[in-house]
Nanobody, 124 residues
Framework: QVQPVESGGGLVQAGGSLRLSCGPSGRAFSGYGMGWFRQPPGKEREFVAA????????YYADSVKGRFTISRDNAKNTVYLQMNSLKPEDTAVYYC?????????????????WGQGTQVTVSS
């Protein structure tokens, strides 16, 4: 069983930065594509970024493109989300998950084995 564990969330002022980490609890996920999603208060969970198993390609939501960077270190079994120029609308619980189905990198239905999430709050 693979169970991602997110960390690195917190409270930051607008314009600040945070780096989220996603590590495995259980079997390594180095062979999987990985995605970051977020769920703002009262809203649906939405795609943020994804990365292929070898890091060769990355995918971003338009709302974070140019501000967030997804990366991975397979030797450490960890996926990262560097978030810069944070805005209050980035406030959400951030989740990572494994991409285990299909072709679309942006579709939440293509992902499984969700972590518990880490809260990111951006104050104005």
């Amino acid at each position: 069983q693979v169970q991602p564990v997110e960390s690195g969330g917190g409270l930051v002022q607008a314009g600040g930065s945070l780096r989220l980490s996603c590590g495995p609890s259980g079997r390594a996920f180095s062979g999987y594509g990985m995605g970051w999603f977020r769920q703002p208060p009262g809203k649906e969970r939405e795609f943020v970024a994804a990365i292929r198993w070898n890091g060769a390609s990355t995918y971003y939501a338009d709302s974070v493109k140019g501000r967030f960077t997804i990366s991975r270190d397979n030797a450490k079994n960890t996926v990262y989300l560097q978030m810069n120029s944070l805005k209050p609308e980035d406030t959400a619980v951030y989740y990572c998950a494994l991409k285990v189905y299909g072709d679309s990198w942006y579709d939440i239905a293509m992902y499984a084995y969700w972590g518990q999430g880490t809260q990111v709050t951006v104050s104005s």
